[in-house]
């Protein structure tokens, strides 16, 4: 169907793909302060002829490449965001901004973004319709996605399929998965605040001990996912903060707990809020304390539409071979790609990109991230194949 080469021709563009990753790696910026990323971005497109809106939530960039007749649009997607974390590689690109790290390969997706425009700009008039590029600010929890959608970015033209890929630093370099169905969990940000009554650690008769509280709180919230969940299902309760107490003999009035609960399932997630209310109830009720409980729902699941999944799956084996595709189970970790999903049919690939032989294999958020920048050309060319196959395809049908 597709006559491209898009490897080859991402292959040459080579230097230029590593040349913006590094920049930008050396230069990350946190969710919705991506200023420099953004204008970077921003030329570039405007250099390829592209119609180009900035601030598009917040610090986001839409641009539309108009292909040589009407037809539908395609979107792809890249993220822009870097994390709070002090790099902790030797690499000559390491970050110069202290405590601020490219630790999840954004670098990588704004660099892989613009090479896909690069590609599919140079055969705009082969293609059947238009490519809408989002790049997006704040995957990391803040919202970067949500806001786009609302500030309009999907608006006009409306996309009819979106893709978007993320590197993958648990699958060695190359491998990639555009699987349908469940592929991120849904993630929700809890915050509990346990109330009890300050006092003398020698007196605690006449006070209500909130650590004493929370411990029970800490054992009882074990029993959702082990007790109430289908073991047939997944769910994930996991809690990462817990802040109380001033001295050693006083009694603290007060302890504040943050988790995070990772479902794929709606109802699934709906049985592990009830229970966490319930106990909730229950433990501070019989031990005299308070609760105010904040849930967070920082990102839906990502469940890849089956027929642009497709579409994903055939331009993958076209760029790296029927061998090159695997299946990856679900994932527990949460990616904000899950918001375009519910306005337009999508499909989010994993495209593997460690390599042990190189000593680039420490995982996402790690201090020591790195990934193997030859994945850099194989992601060009699967978002390019991905778009025009879309277009290629509705245009046949079209005719049919
Ligand atoms: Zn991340
Ligand atoms: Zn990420």
């Excluded at 790296?320 to 999903?341: I, R």
Aim: include cysteine.
């Amino acid at each position: 169907m597709s006559d491209h080469d898009f490897l080859s021709e991402a292959t040459e563009l080579g230097q230029q793909l590593i040349n913006w990753r590094r920049d930008l790696h050396q230069h990350p910026e946190l969710g919705f302060q991506e200023v420099r990323t953004a204008a970077i971005v921003a030329e570039h497109l405007k250099e390829l002829g592209l119609e180009v809106r900035t601030g598009v939530g917040k610090t986001g960039v839409v641009a539309l490449l108009q292909g040589s007749r009407p037809g539908p649009t395609v979107m792809l997607r890249a993220d822009m965001d870097a994390l709070p974390i002090q790099e902790a590689t030797e690499a000559p690109y390491t970050s110069r901004t202290p405590g601020v790290m490219h630790a999840c390969g954004h670098d990588g997706h704004v660099a892989i973004g613009l090479g896909a425009a690069t590609l599919l700009a140079r055969h705009a008039r082969e293609l059947p319709g238009q490519v809408l590029f989002v790049f997006q600010p704040a995957e990391e929890g803040e919202g970067g996605a949500r806001a786009m959608v609302e500030d309009g970015a999907l608006d006009d033209p409306r996309p009819e399929a979106a893709f978007g890929l993320h590197l993958w630093n648990q699958v060695p370099a190359g491998r990639v998965m555009a699987q349908s169905g469940p592929l991120m969990a849904a993630g929700d940000m809890i915050h509990i605040t346990v109330n009890g009554k300050g006092g003398h650690g020698a007196l605690p008769h006449e006070a209500v001990d909130a650590i004493a509280v929370s411990g029970q709180i800490l054992s009882a919230l074990q029993t959702i996912v082990s007790r109430n969940v289908n073991p047939q299902e997944s769910a994930v309760l996991s809690i990462g903060t817990v802040h109380g107490g001033t001295a050693f003999n006083v009694i603290a009035d007060k302890v504040e707990l943050q988790g995070t609960i990772r479902t794929f399932s709606p109802a699934v997630r709906e049985t592990v809020l009830a229970r966490l209310r319930v106990l909730l109830d229950g433990v501070t009720t019989g031990l005299g304390a308070t609760y105010e409980l904040v849930i967070d729902n920082v990102a839906a699941a990502v469940i890849n539409d089956a027929s642009v999944s497709e579409v994903a799956r055939a331009a993958a084996v076209e760029v790296v071979g029927a061998t090159g595709v695997a299946w990856h189970p679900p994932l527990m970790v949460s990616e904000d790609f899950s918001e375009f999903p519910k306005l337009v049919p999508a499909c989010y690939m994993l495209l593997g990109s460690s390599s042990s032989e190189l000593g680039l294999d420490a995982p996402h958020h790690n201090p020591r991230f790195d990934f193997d920048e030859r994945v850099l050309p194989v992601g060009v060319a699967l978002l390019a194949t991905a778009a025009a196959r879309f277009l290629e395809e509705r245009d046949i049908h079209s005719q049919d």
